[in-house]
């Protein structure tokens, strides 16, 4: 399968280390679509793709899917077009508690034939969720999401403390670039207004820590991530990242596991 990506940060550099250069499988990156072509021209000799500077073009490669690894407004101003012509795999998820962007992109989707794949990200159950609310008999959805408190907060703290609690709705408009995860949550299962958030900053940790927990029909289910931060860019989690890898090697796949 024929990748493009769009952006070139450190989710694009370990997707090319573990695609390109690993030479994994059947999967093979040939293009990035980057803003700054001269900034990135080393990529090309380093990992054998293709560097572009305009959307047109860079949708006319042999691509089978495009990857987005760039930032919430690339989501609002590149992928309506791109989804237009091909399959597309969105890790700025955050851009989908736009209810105008939702709405607009699943539209093309669908007049288009082209898929969109939201990968996990950096937590798990979402296949879970999706199942066990498929009659919609799940009455109650919760993230609790602990981070680092120098990543939430500007002032020392010695003990724990809430800075966010409430419904994901209000969680995204506050937390913009911490919550994509309750996003996830949100669209996979009983939605923004219903998905119930809390944000924890906690002094005593190095890692991001998500508990889900779930109920309905089909009884209980409680989850926990710990995520490790990705090498490239310690801001990233690693999960997040290999969640992309690992959508690509499903789409791509022939036994299909939990799709």
């Known amino acids: 399968m024929n990748i493009g990506i769009i952006g070139a940060g450190a989710i694009a550099h370990f997707l090319l ?3 390109n ?34 959307l047109t073009e860079f949708l006319n490669t042999e691509i089978d899917i495009v990857v987005e690894v760039a930032e919430i407004e690339a989501v609002k101003s590149l992928i309506p077009a ?24 699943v539209q093309i989707a669908e007049q288009s034939g082209n898929q969109i794949y939201l990968p996990s ?41 809430v800075v966010f609690k409430g419904k994901a709705t209000d969680a995204i408009m506050q937390f913009p670039k911490n919550m994509n995860v309750s996003i996830v949550l949100a ?16 002094p005593h940790i190095d890692q991001n820590v998500h508990e889900i927990k779930m109920i309905g029909d089909f009884g209980e289910a409680m989850l926990t991530v710990k995520n490790n931060p990705l090498s490239e860019n310690p801001k990233t989690s690693y999960l997040a990242a290999i969640s992309i890898l690992g959508t690509l090697q499903r789409i791509n796949g022939h036994l299909l596991i939990g799709r």
Request: aromatic fraction near 4%.
């Open 21 to 54: 250069k690993k030479q994994l499988n059947t999967l093979q990156i040939q293009s990035v679509f980057v803003r700054d072509r001269e900034k990135y021209r080393m990529l090309e000799e380093e990992y054998g793709v293709r560097l572009y500077t305009e």
């Open 121 to 161: 990200g950096a937590i798990g159950g979402v296949d879970l969720l999706q199942n066990a609310n498929a009659l919609g008999t799940v009455t109650h959805v919760s993230l609790t999401t602990r981070k680092p408190a120098s990543t939430l907060i500007n002032e020392p703290i010695q003990e724990e403390k």
């Open 17 to 19: 280390n573990e695609i």
């Open 82 to 105: 791109v989804l237009r012509k091909k399959d597309v795999i969105l890790i700025s998820i955050g851009a989908l508690a736009d209810r105008e962007t939702l709405t607009n992109i």
């Open 187 to 202: 669209l996979a299962g009983i939605g923004f207004d219903k998905t119930q958030v809390c944000l924890v900053a906690d």
